[in-house]
């Protein structure tokens, strides 16, 4: 294999798809939220993308069978004849972050195969790090024009999560996340990414429920969260229990002077 390719099973007749990204990053916010929304929408696989930008290794799947690392493609047809379909990509990895013309190779890849199926908005998703939480996770967003600040602001008013808009230079989005945005503008195509905040060290469910909050609303979708909300609590008990031992660590630590700051970890 030298270069990556897509193993296509269907071609399937969509209406103005909407492309969404949820692939593995941190906190595994973006591939969560990706495999819910598919869930719940009973989304139809129809094409695998392979590459040899992946880890060289393959996985072992049920009854000893090995299967190399992939990204799938789903489609989602909306039941209103008016309304927009979906195209949903998730899977087992990026390309390594060392790997950066990988990226560039496996995003131009995605971007030749949905573009055949009309696609013209992109929705991305994944985790933003934060040294710490107050309160439910907030969604950063980004972009491709500026004139979509206020086309977003409006789709995502009345959501239950604090969308945060930086006015300032500053920051980068790495990996597919981002590289579909940039790459996508340079075909005219156009969209947002949603970064949900995280700690990044633990399979964070909670930010991934505020993502999907925020895509739900822009399309319009109705998603039952319940399952979601479930791993949340589970989120939840860990970071309580890392906050535990967090404590118990600073109190078994003695004081070396009065000038100390023990409010840091």
């Not at 009973?42 to 299967?67: G, R, T």
């Amino acid at each position: 294999m030298k270069e990556s390719f897509i193993h296509v099973y269907e071609r399937p007749v969509l209406n103005d798809p909407v492309f969404i990204e949820g692939l593995p990053g941190i906190g595994l916010v973006g591939k969560l939220a990706a495999e819910h929304l598919i869930q719940e929408l009973d989304a139809v696989k129809f094409a695998d993308l392979y590459s040899p930008h992946f880890m060289h290794q393959v996985l072992i799947k049920k009854n000893s069978v090995v299967e190399l690392m992939k990204n799938e493609f789903y489609y989602w047809r909306n039941p209103d004849e008016e309304g927009r379909d979906i195209i949903i990509i998730t899977g087992d990895q990026q390309v390594a972050p060392t790997d950066s013309p990988g990226h560039f190779e496996v995003v131009g890849k995605m971007l030749d195969f949905v573009v055949d199926f009309g696609v013209r908005e992109i929705i991305t998703m994944g985790g933003y790090q934060v040294p710490e939480l107050k309160g439910e996770p907030r969604v950063l967003a980004a972009v491709t024009h500026e004139e979509l600040v206020d086309y977003y602001r409006e789709k995502l008013e009345g959501c239950n999560v604090e969308v945060i808009w930086r006015e300032d230079e500053g920051g980068a989005i790495v990996g597919a996340a981002g590289l579909l945005l940039g790459m996508g503008k340079l075909r005219s195509m156009y969209g947002i990414s949603l970064l949900g905040e995280s700690l990044g060290y633990i399979v964070d469910a909670k930010a991934a429920k505020s993502v999907l909050q925020a895509v739900a609303r822009i399309l319009d979708l109705e998603i039952d969260m319940t399952a979601l909300e479930e791993r949340a609590k589970e989120t939840e008990e860990i970071l309580r229990k890392v906050q535990e031992m967090q404590r118990a660590m600073l109190e078994r630590q003695p004081p070396s002077g009065p000038e100390e700051d023990r409010g840091y970890l």
